[in-house]
């Protein structure tokens, strides 16, 4: 908790002991987002998922709503880039800026996280991505029901 100094005495004659904050500093700093876009239309949004919940049931339906709103949005899939959760994770997503990059990618939609460690694997994905000033959105649920 904190120690008794060795000289220190308040007023009364009481010991004084020197405390630390009970915050620890911040382990991640602020960084800035990507710059949004104005629109997909004509542009590459890539699909990163961690192959645990759902995602290849939501990315198909998604697929088709954006090409179907916004003039010739493309599409790159969640295969191109892998399982971003798991045993290489540190490697695949410390790739991924330079991956996305390769693929001449606009914007990403990184999913699905719900709850458990899938979410940060979904975070640590979108980060990455913003990282090199390509916005993200992730999609997470609110928990298992």
Same mark, same amino acid.
């Given at each position: 908790?904190?120690?008794?100094?060795?000289?220190? %005495?308040?007023?009364?004659?009481? @010991?004084?002991?020197? %405390?630390?904050?009970?915050? +620890?500093? !911040?382990?991640?700093? !602020?960084?800035?987002?990507?710059? !949004?876009?104005?629109?997909?239309? /004509?542009? &590459?949004? $890539?699909?990163?998922?961690? /192959?645990?919940? &759902?995602?290849?049931?939501?990315? @198909? %339906?998604?697929?088709?709503?954006?090409?179907?709103?916004?003039? #010739?949005?493309?599409?790159?899939?969640?295969?191109?880039? =892998?399982?971003?959760?798991?045993?290489?994770?540190?490697?695949?997503?410390?790739?991924?800026?330079?991956?996305?990059?390769?693929? =001449?990618?606009?914007? %990403?939609? +990184? #999913?699905?996280?719900? =709850?458990?460690?899938?979410?940060?694997?979904?975070?640590?994905? $979108?980060?990455?991505?913003? +990282?090199?000033?390509? @916005?993200?959105?992730?999609?997470?649920?609110?928990?298992?029901?």
């Amino acid at each position: 908790m904190g120690s008794v100094s060795d000289e220190a %005495v308040d007023l009364t004659g009481e @010991p004084v002991y020197e %405390v630390v904050w009970p915050r +620890s500093p !911040r382990g991640v700093q !602020r960084r800035r987002r990507a710059p !949004r876009l104005d629109t997909l239309s /004509h542009k &590459r949004v $890539a699909f990163l998922w961690d /192959h645990l919940f &759902r995602g290849d049931e939501l990315f @198909p %339906v998604l697929a088709t709503e954006l090409t179907a709103r916004y003039e #010739g949005v493309t599409i790159v899939g969640y295969e191109e880039f =892998g399982n971003l959760h798991g045993s290489d994770e540190v490697e695949r997503v410390g790739r991924l800026p330079d991956d996305l990059r390769h693929r =001449g990618v606009d914007a %990403v939609v +990184s #999913g699905m996280g719900c =709850g458990g460690s899938c979410t940060p694997a979904v975070l640590r994905a $979108a980060i990455a991505a913003e +990282s090199v000033g390509i @916005p993200s959105v992730s999609i997470v649920c609110e928990g298992f029901d």
